[in-house]
Nanobody, 128 residues
Framework: VQLVEAGGGLAQPGESLRLSCQASGYRYSRYYMAWFRQAPGKEREGVAAIDSDGSTTYADSVKVRFTISQDNAKDTLYLQMNSLKPEDTAMYYC???????????????????????WGQGTQVTVSS
């Protein structure tokens, strides 16, 4: 399984960016995919997750501002980030896992330890 992120860059506060994550080699019909981020000196944080049925989960810090979506025809995951803030600056990673029942039962959609597959990350910097 390969996950390749793209779309990071430099944005000013209040601006928008859209991240994408191209998946290949993933053969499970049911899955969770998620976005995580990690800023220097901080722990990794779950940002948003989506399952194969389209149900979404968001961290409180990004609710309303960020939207996770997927294009199944293109095997691509997206993260639309609006009203960006300096505190959104981080390396953003996409992740995937097929253990939907377990993830839902435990409520761990935004817990990094449960995901088996990870991309290399894309840097997002929000600064004026």
């Amino acid at each position: 399984v390969q996950l390749v992120e793209a779309g990071g860059g430099l944005a000013q506060p209040g601006e928008s960016l859209r991240l994408s994550c191209q998946a290949s080699g993933y053969r499970y019909s049911r899955y969770y995919m998620a976005w995580f981020r990690q800023a220097p000196g901080k722990e990794r944080e779950g940002v948003a997750a989506i399952d194969s049925d389209g149900s979404t989960t968001y961290a409180d810090s990004v609710k309303v501002r960020f939207t996770i979506s997927q294009d199944n025809a293109k095997d691509t995951l997206y993260l639309q980030m609006n009203s960006l803030k300096p505190e959104d600056t981080a390396m953003y990673y996409c992740a995937a896992d097929h253990r939907v029942t377990t993830i839902q039962a435990l409520g761990v959609m935004l817990q990094g330890w449960v995901y088996d597959y990870w991309g290399q990350g894309t840097q997002v910097t929000v600064s004026s």
